[in-house]
């Protein structure tokens, strides 16, 4: 019993963690009666759970460089080292921002549930094709001297489409919870939408670390795959897009379309409507910096962490060895903060917090330019992605559904998430540019410039200037709120 917890005292602390977070989260009465409730926890849980189990299906490939990057290609050089990793991930995320231009409307025509059925199936087929690939590279033979030869652009085909199904959560959590949740509600629900998106980053990472340990490459794919078999089943059962559609009654929102009986509009007409509002498009540029702000952290600091070990000895640091664990506690207390003032300090507002949680990413940025070579870094991070996992929940969790209203919600998600991955693709170009190479001796071990922490200090520095932007952007977010039609 005593070898059982500690082997799995993470998971342990995790799920108390949670469990403490979801007694304290504070209460709304909006008038919905126990029948409802526990109705909407069926509706939001497992569609919530398949979110997390998309976030382990995506990171993972951060999972496998620890690998690929120790394995030589036919050149003698890293099967994917940062300058790799940083392709494939940029071609991932820039489909996953412009697939918005379809997946938008499409989840807006024909629901939340029709997206998260086609994100995880179509994950799933994808995520089970490269552990396929990374099992074929591990034996001897024509095929997979074949794919090592051409590994990079074989895995960005597949991780690009991959991110293009992965593309349809985002909008398929916000669009079905958007009818469920009044706008009052929604600050505590964005709590929720952190932890979430912060569990996926634990399964991800610690969880995925495990696997690659136990289990072998392969399944560090193969493992997300069959997670999201099993709850494509369940989303199937039990996920519907309103309350009427579960039997129940629809209720008036208080978001911006409430009240709005018209006709439908066509997508090129909502699209034209939501590049032209103010607040959706500042809010999509905070957003396009905390996506660049987010995975530079996020990414990055495991591969600084290991490629340094040798000068700073931060692989074997308690943040490192469970980053996944700092990453879901940073996010799930972001989150819970973000929330939780939102509602009750802020009227509802969410352009405060957003600008409060830029401050501290701000100072913390210029902060880590000057100490990330000692051993605070590891905290210093970990307390960074704490405010900037409260941005992303607080604004493409909620400030959409508040903003585009429950018809267009698809449309208004999409477009913010989109920035948040363009963000995110100009991050993946920028560091594999400016980052170290990775080299390898005849042994397999990683040496060379990556080794020094000193060619590092553009990790921090290029943060800075996303994180000032972020700030003043988020400012002008400071008044905004919804204005329902039927005000």
């Known amino acids: 019993m005593t070898h059982w917890i500690a082997d799995n005292y993470p998971i342990l602390l995790a799920l108390v963690f949670v469990t403490i977070i979801f007694r304290l989260l504070p209460k709304v009465d909006v008038g919905?009666?126990?029948r409802y409730l526990r109705r909407r926890v069926l509706n939001w849980l497992p569609l919530g759970l398949t979110y997390a189990f998309l976030y382990m299906g995506r990171y993972n490939l951060k999972v496998s460089q620890y690998a690929f990057e120790e394995i030589?290609?036919?050149?003698?050089?890293?099967?994917?080292?940062?300058?790799?990793?940083?392709?494939?991930f940029m071609v991932g995320t820039i489909v996953y921002g412009v697939s918005f231009l379809i997946n938008g409307p499409l989840t807006d025509r024909l629901g939340g549930r029709f997206s998260i059925l086609m994100g995880a199936g179509g994950s799933l087929v994808m995520n089970a094709l490269m552990g396929?690939?990374?099992?074929?590279?591990?034996?001897?033979?024509?095929?997979?001297?074949?794919?090592?030869?051409?590994?990079?652009?074989?895995?960005?085909?597949?991780?690009?489409?991959?991110?293009?199904?992965?593309?349809?959560?985002?909008?398929?959590?916000?669009?079905?919870?958007?009818?469920?949740?009044?706008?009052r509600e929604r600050g505590v629900f964005g709590a929720i939408f952190g932890i979430l998106i912060s569990l996926g980053i634990y399964l991800a990472f610690d969880v995925g670390y495990s696997i690659l340990g136990g289990m072998g490459l392969a399944w560090v794919f193969f493992m997300p795959a069959v997670l999201l078999a099993a709850f494509w089943v369940l989303d199937f059962l039990y996920v519907r897009n309103s309350p009427s559609d579960a039997g129940l009654g629809d209720f008036n929102t208080g978001d911006a379309t409430s009240g709005d009986d018209g006709p439908r509009l066509g997508a090129r007409a909502v699209f034209k409507k939501m590049l032209t509002n103010p607040i959706i498009m500042t809010i999509a540029g905070v957003e396009f910096c905390s996506g660049f702000l987010r995975q530079a952290i996020?990414?990055?600091?495991?591969?600084?962490?290991?490629?340094?070990?040798?000068?700073?000895?931060?692989?074997?640091?308690?943040?490192?060895?469970?980053?996944?664990?700092?990453?879901?506690?940073?996010g799930v207390t972001?989150?819970?903060f973000a929330g939780t003032i939102s509602d009750h300090l802020f009227q509802s507002r969410r352009g405060p917090v957003a600008g409060l949680l830029y401050g501290v990413m701000l100072v913390g940025a210029v902060v880590l330019t000057f100490t990330y070579s000692t051993p605070i870094v590891g905290w210093l991070v970990v307390f960074m992605s704490m405010a900037v996992i409260g941005v992303h929940g607080m604004l493409s969790g909620t400030a959409s559904m508040d903003f585009g209203g429950t018809k267009n919600v698809g449309i208004a998600v999409g477009i913010i998430d989109g920035?948040?991955?363009?963000?995110?693709?100009?991050m993946s170009l920028t560091y594999a540019i400016i980052l170290p190479?990775?080299?390898?001796?005849?042994?397999?071990?990683?040496?060379?410039?990556?080794?020094?922490?000193a060619n590092w200090r553009a990790w921090p520095i290029a943060m800075i200037p996303l994180a000032a932007i972020g700030f003043l952007l988020a400012l002008r977010l400071w008044n905004a709120k919804p204005k329902p039609k039927n005000a």
Do not use: C, R
């Open 132 to 183: 396929l690939v990374s099992l074929t590279l591990l034996k001897h033979g024509p095929l997979a001297e074949s794919l090592a030869a051409n590994f990079i652009p074989v895995f960005s085909i597949l991780y690009g489409i991959n991110m293009y199904f992965q593309s349809f959560g985002a909008v398929a959590i916000v669009k079905v919870n958007a009818p469920w949740f009044h706008v």
């Open 32 to 34: 919905h009666d126990k």
């Open 334 to 336: 972001g989150g819970m």
């Open 298 to 330: 996020m990414q990055w600091y495991g591969s600084f962490a290991k490629q340094t070990d040798a000068v700073l000895g931060l692989k074997s640091s308690f943040v490192n060895e469970n980053w996944g664990l700092m990453l879901f506690f940073a």
């Open 419 to 426: 920035f948040v991955y363009l963000g995110t693709g100009i």
């Open 72 to 88: 030589a290609g036919p050149d003698g050089s890293p099967l994917m080292g940062n300058a790799g990793f940083g392709i494939i």
């Open 437 to 453: 190479k990775v080299e390898l001796d005849a042994a397999g071990k990683i040496i060379g410039a990556a080794t020094d922490p």
